[in-house]
């Protein structure tokens, strides 16, 4: 029985004989200087959404949290376990980044989720991701009675309609909104679509997505 399954130490051998020689004075400073992120990242775990990837992004770039469809909960200082709070309070607090970024992606299978399984039906008693995708269940049930759209416009829809929804929930967490009204924290908006590369961001003041100028 092998420690680790074949690609993946595969992959390593390529990383550690690779980039890691090619980098490593980058590696070591980062080691001794520790990490100084100017960027958070919030992302879907998908495989195909990958923000280093996305954004070609090297070690110590970005500070990236992935979890089931990118979603913020509000600010619920409940003594339960939140690792998603946890994780933004360290990137705002202790690490001090400059820009949150909230990157929704194409078929997507959270929001897909939410939108064939509304509120009034779980997933499943008690699951997981029928609880964790009840954050958006307003708007995945007002989105999927909309008959007028096609199965894709809905899920496009609510994948943009859902950053937009975290996006508003940072703002609950009080340290974020105070850093963002002083002009030091600034949150933006971008959805991938995983079929052709294309990424779109979102304009702050309409709150629509528009595909940004890459030279
Ligand atoms: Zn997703």
Not at 131 to 145: C, E, F, G, R, Y
Not at 184 to 210: C, I, P, Q, R, Y
Request: charged share 20%.
């Amino acid at each position: 029985m092998p420690l680790l399954p074949d690609h993946l130490i595969a992959g390593y051998r390529n990383f550690i004989t690779g980039r890691y020689v090619s980098e490593s004075d980058h590696y070591r400073s980062l080691a001794r200087e520790g990490q100084a992120p100017e960027t958070m990242i919030i992302a879907c775990c998908d495989s195909r959404t990958a923000p280093e990837t996305v954004f070609d992004a090297g070690p110590g770039e970005l500070f990236v949290l992935r979890n089931v469809a990118n979603l913020i909960p509000p600010y619920e200082p409940d003594g339960e376990y939140h690792s998603t709070s946890a994780a933004l309070e360290f990137a705002v607090q202790s690490l001090k980044v400059k820009n949150i970024v909230v990157m929704g992606h194409g078929r997507c299978g959270g929001i897909k989720a939410a939108l064939s399984h509304n509120s009034a039906m779980p997933l499943s008693p008690g699951d997981f991701i029928g609880k964790w995708m009840s954050l958006i269940s307003p708007a995945a049930d007002t989105v999927a009675a909309s008959t007028m759209m096609t199965t894709g416009e809905r899920a496009t829809a609510l994948e943009r309609i859902s950053i937009r929804y975290s996006i508003a929930n940072l703002r609950t967490f009080p340290c974020i909104k105070i850093l963002e009204d002083k002009g030091k924290l600034a949150l933006h908006g971008a959805w991938f679509d995983v079929s052709t590369g294309e990424l779109w961001a979102m304009n702050k003041a309409t709150g629509d997505f528009e595909r940004p100028e890459i030279g």
